[in-house]
């Protein structure tokens, strides 16, 4: 017997699509293309079956290896043998570990003086999701950082805009990150328990004095890499089309784009990257970064010195790794050319168990509880994308890349270009199955306070309030089938 959605609930779906489309139309299309993607995006009302090509979550460019602690490190099947040496070459450059000035092996030097890792690699362990602290005792970890400003929105006066727990030999570090968490229990529809633990982060022997009395502090989760050349050929157009920042459709749902200026061309772009889609594209993200993270400079963003600020006197008289034989920057040309690559290019794993009963299970339920009209399911990526291996493939990434105010419990109060305090960028969920065979562990949301796909839904609050309280009602047995999907994906 078929699975299928409500009869009130496929009309609110086919509204909102008539809604979208209404918005924004793709330039990169002929009216024939655009029928056929309107076709293949629309939301799915069988789920006695798997949908077409369901499992190539990425298109032509989905992994098919093992699902194994490598399977997020892969290159898009669909890249020429050429782009393959490409990949590499970025695949090393990601991994480098940079060393400090002066330095032997000057093709390497220029790390700090102030830094959170040495390389890309520490915070994208395996180039999937970072982790707060495993071990509660530790006040720190290599994968998360605190991000820091005061009102309106600029950087610490004497910190910058990133707490940085390393520094180079003859430096001490900004100071370290603390991190109390509080049991808050949650009661189920069905009376079961799920006890919940609420973050509270705070900054300890720091080095450069006390912060500012309006210090906004931030923690950050690196996010796993894959896709991330599909979601940037996502059109502009097809995103904005999901917005409603005044919830003309009444559905209780507003996302709004977050516009930001792009550093390489100055212009105004649409945010799609960063957990408040703070960056509008891979390169940029990839330089702000080498410069945040790791302390190097490259030509998009020339600050040898990193996060220091001008009351780190001892931070700016820090030897750097320019190098004017080698070009401008401590990264020359193609070093960000080649990250910004091996960025674009890791593939996402073939998608496992589609046809299994409790995934479209699962499924349905997904759908039902309203989580698909944040994490949209499909899109179809850009006829125009300079690389062939990205163009006009139809994806799978779960997520609007919109903004949505996600309520108190996960606010953090800190503004981010056009974000508010309690605005999030919805996170795409492909390949969030194997967070455990990649990554290690099961930690998600920006902080990594949940601990699995339970917790991270009942977190949900804001505009995501109905869909969880509609997962916190489920029975037990549809729960199980609903991450039973999600770790399908």
Excluded at 117 to 141: I, M, N, T, V, Y
Excluded at 325 to 345: C, I, K
Excluded at 359 to 381: D, E, I, Q
Aim: net charge negative.
């Amino acid at each position: 017997m078929h699975v299928r959605l409500t009869l009130a609930l496929i009309a609110l779906l086919a509204t909102g699509l008539a809604f979208a489309q209404d918005k924004a139309v793709r330039a990169d299309l002929s009216p024939e293309d655009l029928a056929r993607v309107v076709r293949v995006t629309a939301p799915t009302v069988d789920f006695s079956v798997p949908e077409n090509f369901e499992t190539m979550q990425a298109g032509a460019g989905t992994t098919k290896k093992i699902a194994n602690q490598d399977a997020f490190s892969h290159f898009l099947a669909s890249l020429s043998f050429e782009q393959e040496e490409q990949f590499k070459l970025g695949n090393a450059l990601f991994r480098k570990l940079w060393v400090s000035s002066p330095s032997s092996t000057q093709a390497s030097d220029g790390l700090g003086p102030l830094f959170n890792a040495r390389a890309c690699q520490s915070c994208h362990l395996k180039d999937g999701r970072g982790h707060p602290p495993f071990d509660a005792s530790r006040e720190s970890g290599v994968s998360m950082f605190l991000r820091l400003s005061v009102p309106p929105g600029v950087g610490e006066p004497a910190y910058g805009t990133q707490l940085q727990d390393f520094a180079v030999p003859g430096l001490k570090a900004e100071g370290r990150m603390v991190i109390d968490y509080t049991d808050l229990p949650v009661t189920l529809g069905d009376g079961s328990v799920i006890t919940l633990r609420q973050p509270a982060y705070s900054v300890a022997d720091l080095a450069y004095g006390p912060m500012a009395d309006d210090v906004m502090l931030s923690p950050r989760v690196a996010p796993p890499m894959i896709g991330l050349g599909l979601i940037e050929q996502v059109p502009a157009a097809d995103i904005l089309a999901l917005a409603d920042a005044a919830d003309l459709d009444g559905n209780g749902i507003s996302g709004k784009p977050n516009w930001v200026i792009d550093p390489e061309s100055q212009s105004m772009m649409l945010g799609r990257f960063g957990w408040k889609a703070g960056m509008p594209t891979i390169r940029s993200q990839s330089a702000a970064a080498f410069a945040g993270d790791i302390g190097i400079s490259t030509p998009l963003v020339n600050k040898p010195h990193g996060d220091c600020t001008e009351r780190q006197v001892e931070c700016l008289a820090m030897p750097t790794g320019e190098q004017a034989r080698l070009g401008v920057s401590e990264a020359p040309d193609p070093v960000l050319d080649l990250v910004t690559f091996y960025s674009q290019t890791l593939g996402v794993p073939l998608r496992r168990n589609v046809g299994d009963p409790a995934v479209l299970r699962g499924k349905a339920a997904f759908y039902g509880a309203g989580c698909a009209s944040c994490h949209t399911p499909k899109f179809v990526t850009s006829r125009d994308a300079t690389n062939p291996a990205l163009r006009f493939q139809l994806i799978w990434p779960y997520a609007d890349f919109l903004l949505h105010d996600m309520g108190a419990g996960l606010a953090d109060h800190r503004p981010e270009g056009q974000a508010d305090g309690y605005e999030w960028r919805t996170p795409p969920l492909w390949g969030i199955g194997l967070t455990q065979t990649v990554s290690g562990h099961t930690f998600f949301l920006h902080d990594g306070r949940a601990r699995n796909l339970v917790e991270a839904i009942l977190w949900h609050g804001g505009e995501a309030q109905a869909a969880r309280d509609a997962f916190a009602n489920l029975d037990a047995a549809t729960r199980t089938d609903m991450i039973a999907f999600l770790e399908s994906l």
